[in-house]
């Protein structure tokens, strides 16, 4: 990793400890760091309120360009995957050219490919502008975190953490409401066009808020290191959007995948024989490091899709409204936000280990669950249902976030922070891909109650797979959070 000492300060460190004075110690670094935390939590607003909004509306979106709705998974999962692709590069992109600037660029970029989408009249359009927004959305999650972990004390990280996540989550609440709304009584494409006043709210925001950590002399970029991995996590998504072909090509299909295997294969060769890999797999010599990551990908594989499919089974199995089925919706959010608040006293008492265990399994019984849903289900019953869900899955996802940190260097926080993000959206688009897949093959006709079904028995595959990834946690070590949380409370 870079050294530490050749790093530039940043304006708001110079604001923060003038010269021959130290910071008051009775100022905690959440206080001094509250424009940037409302900054990153801008960002974090903005993706999820455009993820959540494109869900709502997929069967509009697909009506509109001429598509089935099971068809549609290539703009969501071609938006994830750049993320996917692209965020290896951003710890050499801050290293090279500053935090401040990377993350207005991306910024920037993301309002752009938010306007393109909004204006896209194919599917093949639309599928090139979500890339644009994805090459922008790459570098505005894991920055964020990685100045928040240079930022932020040890102490307060995972309560800084939860605020930016709550703050975040909003834009899952609105983004159902917004969405069904815009879509049932203007057009689907505002869903897009609302990011782009978000995104010069935030530009204007990095411009005071945004500290600047970077490099007098980056390390140089591994171009080899990074098509490699590219071109595997485009040819393994290929792969995936051919087994939805009518008919299946096998052979395509299988050389897709035998060289994605392949060249992930050189890339790991290629990883132990250079100074400055785009991701450094020694990390993965740390228990945490590891178990966060593989943990995530498979709960990820289980319950990424699920947004997506609800939206499907609520609109085209049960004949609701965009509106109403934006709604149901809203419980899920306000359910993950609640879980937030819970994540530091649930850490304090039972641990890492203790509690990704055990919340794994009722994430994954709850997933299964859905299956007892139907057209005659009421409202009020689906609605508590997925505020349960909802909190469940949101204390899954930030004790997944704050685990792969809670053992490791200060050192080697970008380099983590990029990891973590890459894998957590190849899981969310494989996860999208996957849930589709499944879906389709088990869809019998196009009546309303035959997504129904598909939509039962998808679900219990998913449940399975979900309770798998509890395993991959029991690999962690007893913890002694009390200790390791002396902040909590």
């Known amino acids: 990793m870079p050294p530490q000492a050749a790093e530039t300060s940043s304006p708001a460190d110079a604001a923060a400890a003038p010269e021959g004075a130290a910071a008051p110690p009775e100022i905690s670094t959440r206080q001094r760091y509250r424009g940037l935390l409302w900054l990153v939590a801008a960002a974090f607003f903005m993706q999820s309120l455009d993820s959540t909004v494109v869900n709502t509306a997929v069967p509009a979106m697909a009506d509109a360009l001429r598509e089935t709705p099971l068809g549609m998974r290539s703009a969501l999962t071609s938006y994830v995957l750049t993320l996917a692709v692209l965020i290896p590069a951003s710890p050499w992109l801050c290293d090279r050219f500053g935090t401040r600037r990377v993350f207005g660029g991306a910024i920037v970029l993301f309002g752009l490919g938010s306007l393109l989408c909004g204006l896209s009249q194919t599917l093949t359009q639309l599928v090139a502008a979500r890339v644009l927004q994805g090459m922008g959305g790459a570098a505005l999650m894991p920055v964020g975190r990685y100045v928040l972990v240079r930022s932020i004390d040890r102490r307060e990280f995972v309560r800084a953490m939860s605020t930016v996540a709550t703050f975040g989550l909003l834009g899952s609440v609105l ?78 299909m ?6 994605a295997l392949a060249l992930g294969a050189v890339y790991v060769w290629h990883s132990r024989r250079t100074p400055h890999p785009v991701a450094d797999l020694s990390l993965l010599r740390v228990r945490n490091v590891w178990v966060s990551l593989a943990g995530g990908l498979f709960t990820r594989l289980g319950i990424s899709g699920m947004f997506l499919l609800l939206m499907l089974f ?18 899920q959010a306000l359910g993950s936000i609640a879980a937030k608040w819970m994540v530091n006293r649930a850490l304090v008492h039972y641990g890492y280990r203790r509690l990704l265990l ?26 508590l249902f997925t505020f349960c869900y909802g909190g469940f899955t949101g204390l899954q996802y930030t004790t997944m976030n704050t685990l792969i940190y809670h053992d490791l260097d200060i050192s080697h926080a970008s380099m983590a922070s990029s ?29 309303p109650e035959d997504f129904v ?24 070590r007893p913890d002694r959070p009390a200790e390791a949380l002396p902040s909590a409370g």
């Open 175 to 252: 983004g159902p409401l917004l969405g069904g709304a815009l879509v049932e009584y203007t057009s689907w494409r505002l869903i897009f066009l609302i990011n782009v006043p978000v995104a010069i709210a935030g530009v204007w925001m990095n411009r005071h808020d945004m500290p600047e950590y970077r490099l007098e002399h980056a390390n140089r970029f591994d171009l080899a290191g990074f098509l490699l991995f590219a071109l595997a996590s485009a040819l393994l998504l290929t792969a995936s959007e051919l087994a939805g072909a009518e008919p299946v090509p096998w052979l395509q």
């Open 254 to 259: 299988a050389a897709c995948g035998v060289v």
């Open 314 to 331: 609520l609109q085209v199995g049960c004949g609701w409204s965009p509106l109403a089925a934006g709604l149901m919706m809203v419980p």
């Open 358 to 383: 055990g919340n794994t399994l009722i994430v994954a019984v709850l997933l299964a669950a859905f299956a007892m849903f139907g057209p005659g289900t009421p409202p009020w019953v689906i609605a």
């Open 419 to 447: 990891m973590a993000s890459t894998v957590q959206y190849l899981a969310m688009s494989f996860g999208i891909a996957l849930s589709t897949l499944l879906m389709q093959a088990l869809l019998r006709g196009h009546a």
């Open 453 to 476: 079904v598909a939509f039962r028995w998808t679900v219990l595959l998913l449940g399975l797979i979900t309770a798998a990834a509890s395993r991959v946690f029991g690999r962690l």
